[in-house]
């Protein structure tokens, strides 16, 4: 059973830099995309940013140049640095990830194309 566990969430002022971080276990495959999701009060959830299996990124527009996802293979983490943060940043963020047995997965922005979650992590931007 796959486990996402997401840590590095709090407040901060406008400006300010988080990282956040997803503890990753239980893969069958080694061969997995991850993703970060956020979800603010009475919005739906949107992609922020992926990483592919062969670690090709995409990210939304209202993050690019802003944040970077990374992942290390060895300890299964993936990351998600955020700089020069906003209010409208404001959410609970989401890890989630997808495996498959051969081939490559291409880094996605829909929530759809992933069945496994962590149970997010609270960021809150200040003006």
């Known amino acids: 059973q796959v486990q996402l566990v997401e840590s590095g969430g709090g407040s901060v002022q406008s400006g300010g830099s988080l990282r956040l971080s997803c503890a990753a276990s239980?893969?069958?495959?080694?061969?997995?995309?991850m993703g970060w999701f956020r979800q603010a009060p009475g919005k739906e959830r949107e992609g922020v940013a992926a990483?592919?299996?062969?670690?090709?990124?995409a990210y939304a527009d209202s993050v690019k140049g802003r944040f970077t996802i990374s992942r290390d293979n060895v300890v299964n983490t993936l990351y998600l640095q955020m700089n020069s943060l906003k209010p409208e940043d404001t959410a609970m963020y989401y890890c989630?990830?997808?495996?498959?047995?051969?081939?490559?997965?291409?880094?996605?922005?829909?929530?759809?194309?992933?069945?496994?979650w962590g149970q997010g992590t609270q960021v809150t931007v200040s003006s």
């Open positions: 989630a990830s997808a495996s498959t047995a051969w081939g490559y997965l291409l880094p996605r922005l829909q929530a759809s194309e992933y069945p496994y």
């Open positions: 990483i592919g299996s062969a670690g090709s990124t």
């Open positions: 239980g893969y069958t495959y080694n061969n997995y995309r």
